[in-house]
């Protein structure tokens, strides 16, 4: 699991690293500019923003993550990096306005989140296990406040948004882990309504998830 990086792992770090960046630093500062340019609200731009980055960032990193490393060194290098990083504009009232809001820490969650879930995936060799809650976290919940966003204009849990990330969590669930997977989506997608303080989504969606699909697996094999 820790193990010596290769130099492709390294390389494979600093290309997603960048590409994260990328994403972060300039392409949702470009698109929070163009929002308010179109008198989008600011707090409306915001949330764009972070599912956006929840999507292109959290879900395309973690779906090349089984294709390119082989152990969890580097990945671990790039989540705590990226958690520093986006927790200290925060500790320094210097908040990277364009994603971030003074109300909580919530991408610093996802990144933990994120990070957590592929470290327990490394530890059992099977990967796959953390990118399907993953996934479910980045890209359903993105779906998710992508249409709320859209319908209601503010941060809302407003029901049609779990029906939107059950349409993309059951179906990708079951294509990658069959029946457990699509379960798991489907609770997945039901969680996603709650909080708890500083217990967001970020934390509920993916940890539902995993302790989902291993229950249904065990009781499937059993």
């Not at 492709?8 to 340019?37: G, N, P, Q």
């Not at 009232?93 to 933990?112: A, R």
């Amino acid at each position: 699991m820790f193990t010596v990086p290769t130099a492709e792992e390294v390389l494979y770090t600093v290309v997603l690293m960048m590409w994260v960046l990328f994403v972060a630093m300039i392409l949702t500062k470009w698109t929070y500019d163009f929002m308010r340019s179109r008198e989008v609200n600011h707090h409306v731009a915001v949330y764009y923003n972070r599912k956006f980055i929840h999507v292109l960032a959290g879900g395309v990193v973690a779906i090349l993550v089984p294709y390119l490393f082989k152990s969890y060194t580097m990945i671990g290098v790039m989540v705590a990096a990226l958690a520093i990083g986006n927790l200290l504009p925060h500790r320094r009232g210097k908040l990277l306005y364009w994603y971030q809001v003074k109300e909580n820490m919530y991408e610093v969650n996802f990144i933990i989140m994120w990070g957590l879930l592929m470290l327990i995936g490394f530890l059992i060799n099977d990967v796959w296990l953390a990118v399907v809650p993953i996934m479910f976290m980045a890209v359903g919940d993105g779906i998710t406040g992508l249409v709320r966003n859209f319908l209601h204009r503010k941060r809302t849990k407003a029901f049609v948004g779990n029906i939107a990330m059950m349409g993309f969590c059951v179906p990708y669930g079951y294509v990658i882990l069959g029946l457990p997977g699509a379960l798991a989506g489907f609770l997945a997608s039901l969680v996603e309504r709650f909080e708890f303080g500083v217990v967001d989504d970020n934390v509920l969606v993916p940890i539902t998830a995993l302790v989902a699909i291993l229950a249904l697996r065990a009781l499937m094999s059993g």
